[in-house]
DNA sequence: CCGAACCTGTCACCAACCTGTCGTTTGGCC
DNA sequence: GGCCAAACGACAGGTTGGTGACAGGTTCGG
């Protein structure tokens, strides 16, 4: 019951001691009655889903702090879960525990948007720890993981919004993501047609590559007393830089 | 300053009889003798904070199953201590310790959060008849007597009810339910589907999405004149955002 | 058992906003 | 100057959200 208290001192930058909300997806019922009785015992709130069909339908209803994934499932892939989580801009922390050793999966797992994983069989105080840590880290900076700063812009790319020198940008769905696409080579030229195809989906066939240009307008306007611009490259592309 | 430092295990383990862990936050010296004696005869941990910023520190460190709390402070006002904590998400029952009578100062300190107030001078027998209330009403259900502040907005999960700037708000159920989704993901965008779904059950599959809109005309109704207000951001969702 | 008061969700319509096109202008480059 | 890529104001749908009016439904008192 006693435990080494590397987790009791607790940095008093930001005291919060509310319960961390798990959702624990794993089939294995005694790894997952010892989880759930760890956490309890603490105080936190565990949600227990055993299938992925079951973690989906408590994920379209609940926030969680933190999600605790097996990577093997009987109906579906862990990993999957994951990737589908991320694409929805669900930027939750997530811890993934996986039986294999396989260096493949854990590449896979963090490269997909898991925070962490741990290989089983783990030592319960190590899952604590890890959660803990997430948790804190998710509480500081809600959106640690999803923030693009370049300069003084911040794009958070899971909510969808932005902000220059703090005060916040309101972008529509298109500049957003025209945002994104020069973020994603920030400093690099991008051309006008890689634009378009991260701007547009491929069935849009009908759009004028002049679009491109006319949101090009649309977002130098709402950059305008900031410290980053949208250079053009004539023939070559556009590009994000940042000056003074 | 710490009268008792037995409260380093950071495992409650809740077996019967538990003693009650107190922060006492409390200048006058012969009050909180009284209050650290008393609950201390009983088994309970009593952490006394003399100041506010003692308090701080306790607080950033350390839970407590019931906050006693002088409403005059030396360093600052515990009502501004209250209003923190509650912003912060602590939910940790705080009784409220005053020496004035004024009307005023209560219904400020219920508003802000408070869950009980006690007005000097006080039987001390009382004092621990009311703090224990709160440490079961607490330990009973986490969730019961869980009152959510937001600016002035008072909001009681427990008991369906809640208040802005003091005065109480008529709400119906499903009114009562979009204020909860909000208030769950308060500051952060909540889309018009995870309102829905929090608002209505999966069965209700014939309502429509502009339900969801209309309740928000409705809410936004009723919290016209106080310091809340719900932003629409287009094809994102809403948010509950504090102003003034 | 009736009616009043209230709650609930739909519909229709309006307003605000987003989106992409057009046509014209600008400005670099030969 | 002439050419051409890019800029951009204006505009016309299209989409999304807001809201008044309304018709069942429910609750409650008498």
């Given at each position: 019951m006693q435990s080494q208290s590397h987790l009791g001192?607790?940095?008093?930058t930001h005291g919060r001691a509310s319960p961390i909300r798990i959702l624990l997806v794993e089939d294995t019922h005694d790894v997952a009655d010892a989880v759930v009785t760890s956490f309890g015992r603490r105080g936190d709130a565990v949600d227990h889903a055993q299938t992925r069909l079951e973690a989906d339908d408590l994920l379209a209803v609940q926030r969680y702090d933190v999600i605790i994934l097996d990577i093997n499932l009987p109906d579906g892939d862990g990993l999957s879960l994951l990737a589908d989580q991320r694409r929805e801009g669900n930027a939750t922390p997530i811890l993934m525990l996986t039986a294999?050793?396989?260096?493949d999966d854990r590449v896979a797992a963090l490269d997909r948007g898991a925070d962490d994983y741990l290989v089983k069989p783990f030592d319960l105080r190590e899952l604590e720890a890890r959660v803990r840590a997430l948790a804190r880290r998710a509480l500081r900076d809600p959106d640690a993981g999803s923030v693009i700063n370049y300069a003084d812009l911040s794009v958070d790319l899971a909510g969808q919004t932005a902000s220059l020198s703090g005060a916040a940008l309101t972008l529509t769905r298109r500049e957003f993501s025209l945002l994104e696409a020069l973020l994603a080579s920030r400093g690099r030229v991008i051309s006008k047609e890689q634009i378009f195809e991260r701007m547009f989906s491929?069935?849009?066939?009908?759009?004028?590559?002049?679009a491109v240009e006319i949101y090009i307008a649309r977002l130098r306007k709402k950059l305008e007393g900031g410290r980053v611009a949208i250079t053009t490259l004539r023939g070559l592309g556009y590009q994000l830089v940042a000056h003074e």
């Open positions: 001192s607790n940095t008093p294999r050793l396989e260096v491929f069935d849009e066939t009908d759009v004028g590559m002049n």
